[in-house]
C-alpha cells in the first residue's frame, strides 16, 4: 500500500515558476512508476510527465521544455518543477504511483496561473 500526498500548488503569475512536490509514504516506493497528471475544469484527466522506477522521463508535448519531473529515492518524493506557466496549465494536479495491477492516487494540488 502506498500513500500519496501532493503539496505545492498555489497561484502564479504567467510566466512564473511552481514546484509540485508528491510525497510516498509505505513501502516499496521506489519500484513504481510515477506520473503528475492534471485536470482542467470541464476536461479529462491529462497525464503531463512520468518518470519510471529507474528514472527515465516522458512529458506531454504541452509540457516538454517547461517542466521537469524527478524523484529522490532516499525522501519518497517525486517533484514537478514548472516553468513558464501559461493560463492553460491551470488544473488540479494529482500525482499516481503504478506497478503492474497496482495503481495510488492523491488527493490533488490546485495550480491556477492568472493575472
Known amino acids: 500500500q502506498v500513500q500519496l500526498v501532493e503539496s505545492g500548488g498555489g497561484l502564479v503569475q504567467p510566466g512564473g515558476s511552481l514546484r509540485l512536490s508528491c510525497a510516498a509514504s509505505g513501502s516499496g516506493f521506489s519500484i513504481y512508476a510515477v506520473g503528475w497528471y492534471r485536470q482542467a475544469p470541464g476536461k479529462e484527466r491529462e497525464l503531463v510527465a512520468g518518470?519510471?522506477?529507474?528514472?527515465?522521463?516522458t512529458y506531454a508535448d504541452s509540457v516538454k521544455g517547461r517542466f521537469t519531473i524527478s524523484r529522490d529515492y532516499a525522501k519518497n518524493t517525486v517533484y514537478l518543477q514548472m516553468s513558464s506557466l501559461k493560463p492553460e496549465d491551470t488544473a488540479v494536479y494529482y500525482c499516481?504511483?503504478?506497478?503492474?495491477?497496482?495503481?495510488?492516487w492523491g488527493q490533488g494540488t490546485r495550480v491556477t496561473v492568472s493575472s
Open positions: 499516481n504511483a503504478n506497478r503492474f495491477a497496482f495503481s495510488y
Open positions: 518518470i519510471s522506477s529507474a528514472g527515465i522521463t
